[in-house]
Nanobody, 115 residues
Framework: QVQLVESGGGLVQPGGSLRLSCAAS????????MSWYRQPPGKQRELVASIAGGGRTNYADSVKGRFTISRDNAKNTVYLQMNGLKPEDTAVYYC?????????WGQGTQVIVSS
């Protein structure tokens, strides 16, 4: 079993930045794809960014050039640096660990982009 705990959400003005963190209860980065998803109000959950065991990253078109996913193996933590935030980035952001056989989710952290 793996626990994922997100933090770093909050209220930010358009154009601002936030960094989300996802702390895993044990080191799984070499065998799991770590991802950030988000669920805007009234909409489906969508993939934002992912980082594979070898370090390859993938981004949704809507966040390319603004968001960066990274990880710190020593801290068992994955980050999502969000710059140039827009009102449409408002959502609950979830951390996900997936190795095809098993999938884990965090509890989510709220991001609100508003003036």
């Amino acid at each position: 079993q793996v626990q994922l705990v997100e933090s770093g959400g909050g209220l930010v003005q358009p154009g601002g930045s936030l960094r989300l963190s996802c702390a895993a209860s044990r080191n799984i980065f070499s065998t799991y794809v770590m991802s950030w998803y988000r669920q805007p109000p009234g909409k489906q959950r969508e993939l934002v960014a992912s980082i594979a065991g070898g370090g390859r990253t993938n981004y949704a078109d809507s966040v390319k050039g603004r968001f960066t996913i990274s990880r710190d193996n020593a801290k068992n933590t994955v980050y999502l640096q969000m710059n140039g935030l827009k009102p449409e980035d408002t959502a609950v952001y979830y951390c996900n660990a997936n190795n095809i056989i098993t999938r884990y989710w965090g509890q989510g952290t709220q991001v609100i982009v508003s003036s």
